[in-house]
């Protein structure tokens, strides 16, 4: 079955720190992803797509079908990072749809 | 300003009751979805519309109604079959559908809780 899995639940980093948020998949073909964000009190916006191969506020992501893994990264993190991160994937069979995996927190302290 | 608009922010359903959430967009948008969100599952589709006149399925479609009768409204109706109804639900729409050049856009959601 096509999916993604993000692992934690919650991530917790000081400001300045790398993060790393963690996004695999699991599909057959050349898969599209995204990243999508909520902050606190806004609603759910795309952050970047991996096609776009782009650095949306300081975070890049790339693809790495090796690993099958499209991890979200900021070499140093902000307070205002602070949101719930969607690594999501595009379907190819049928009605393609987003799938979302279930969502990293991440908390970045002062 | 162009964009989604979910209402009401908060709705409470009685037993045995239907509730109507509302989605509205002014960005000429074809494609809309509905998605429920829960805590630690991320989002689902509950239906989505290609265009006027037409919706489909998605993976958790039992329990809920929608229609489209006009471009920028899909309303989403919560009915008496659904049995877990309390959740985060959120409204978005696409110039299309399944591009991933065309992203999606999202209203602010509407949390149903059970009285």
């Known amino acids: 079955a096509q999916g993604v899995t993000q692992p934690e639940k919650l991530l917790s980093v000081f400001k300045g720190a790398p993060v790393e948020l963690k996004c695999n998949y699991s599909y057959s073909g050349s898969p599209e992803l995204f990243w999508y964000v909520q902050y606190s009190r806004q609603r759910l916006q795309l952050l970047l797509r991996h096609i776009s191969r782009e650095s949306i506020k300081g975070f890049t992501a790339d693809l790495n079908k090796g690993e099958t893994s499209f991890h979200l990264k900021k070499p140093f993190a902000q307070e205002e990072d602070s949101a719930m991160y969607y690594c999501?994937?595009?379907?190819?069979?049928?009605?393609?749809?987003?799938?979302f995996g279930t969502g990293t927190r991440l908390l970045v302290s002062p | 300003d162009g964009g989604i608009t979910q209402s009401p922010k908060y709705l409470f359903r009685k037993e045995g009751q239907n509730v109507t959430l509302s989605c509205e967009q002014n960005?000429?948008?074809?494609?809309m979805y509905w998605y429920r969100q829960d805590p630690g599952q991320g989002l689902r589709l509950i239906y989505y519309?290609?265009?006027?006149?037409?919706?489909q399925k998605g993976d958790i479609a039992e329990g809920y109604s929608v229609s489209r009768e006009k471009k920028e409204s899909f309303p989403l109706t919560v009915t008496s079959a659904q049995k877990n109804p309390t959740a985060f639900y959120l409204c978005?729409?696409?110039?299309?559908?399944?591009?991933?050049?065309?992203?999606?856009?999202f209203g602010d959601g509407t949390r149903l809780s059970i009285l």
């Open positions: 999501a994937h595009l379907t190819n069979t049928g009605f393609q749809k987003l799938v």
């Open positions: 960005l000429n948008h074809d494609a």
């Open positions: 519309s290609q265009i006027v006149n037409d919706f």
């Open positions: 978005a729409s696409s110039p299309r559908t399944g591009l991933s050049n065309q992203p999606q856009h």
